[in-house]
């Protein structure tokens, strides 16, 4: 389980990101236009005017593309989680071994043990 914690967070990672980079850009751009920290191109770093709309429009899209990727990277997740256990379960129920089921009390058993064949012999 702990696998899988792991897995969510780091498939939780990229769309949060958006969101709080897109919230960061939407309120607050960078102050002063520079080659490091920004959506830098060629159009949005001509003026102070064009960096801030430049950032809004990214920040507004970069936020609402991350509120929508939020619940589609976790409904993939939800499918694939214990997965790999369950597949192992039944690799087991298939070669024989039918011990992985304490549901099933009658698999515990010796084979033809309480059964009618068994206690007529």
């Not at 011990?99 to 064949?117: C, F, I, K, N, S």
Request: charged content about 20%.
């Amino acid at each position: 389980m702990l696998f899988w914690i792991f897995m969510l967070l780091f498939v939780l990672m990229i769309p949060l990101t958006m969101i709080y980079f897109g919230r960061r850009f939407f309120k607050s751009p960078p102050k002063s236009i520079n080659a490091t920290f920004g959506y830098r191109s060629t159009m949005s770093m001509k003026n102070q005017e064009t960096w801030k709309l430049a950032h809004r429009v990214c920040g507004r899209y970069w936020f609402v593309c991350g509120l929508i990727l939020l619940p589609l990277s976790v409904l993939p997740m939800l499918f694939v989680i214990n997965r790999d256990r369950a597949r192992h379960r039944d690799d087991r129920v298939h070669r024989g071994d039918h011990r992985v089921h304490p549901a099933r009390p009658d698999a515990l058993r010796a084979p033809g043990h309480g059964t009618r064949a068994a206690e007529k012999v």
